[in-house]
């Protein structure tokens, strides 16, 4: 069983940053971020292996980067140059399958979620 809890949403303005974790608990394999906005369905933005090999949704490369912490067992997500359009609920997920496709279907635990609203 992995327990997955993330924090470090909040409000920020067009162009601005911000620091999303996920801390778990239990072994992870494979982690992810996805989000939601509403009516929209939940897109895979980032992910990364055991091994640290990291994969991106077109939307965010180059502006987002993953990052885990093996110790902590923490998963990260900073966020920059953020736009309204990134604008959603942010979740965290495990896999012990492979990362990709970062697909909702394919990951198995998740988090409550963390609220991202970006403002122009």
């Known amino acids: 069983q992995v327990h997955l809890v993330e924090s470090g949403g909040g409000s920020v303005q067009a162009g601005g940053s911000l620091r999303l974790s996920c801390a778990a608990s239990g072994f992870t394999n494979c982690m992810a971020w996805f989000r939601q906005s509403p009516g929209q369905e939940r897109e895979g933005v980032a992910a990364i292996s055991l091994g640290g090999r990291t994969y991106y949704g077109d939307s965010v490369k180059g502006r987002f980067t993953i990052s885990k912490d093996n110790i902590k067992n923490t998963l990260y997500l900073q966020m920059n140059s953020l736009k309204p359009e990134d604008t959603a609920m942010y979740y965290c997920?495990?896999?012990?399958?492979?990362?990709?496709?970062?697909?909702?279907?394919?990951?198995?635990?998740w988090g409550q979620g963390t609220q991202v609203t970006v403002s122009s």
């Open positions: 997920a495990v896999t012990y399958g492979g990362c990709v496709p970062i697909s909702p279907g394919s990951y198995n635990y």
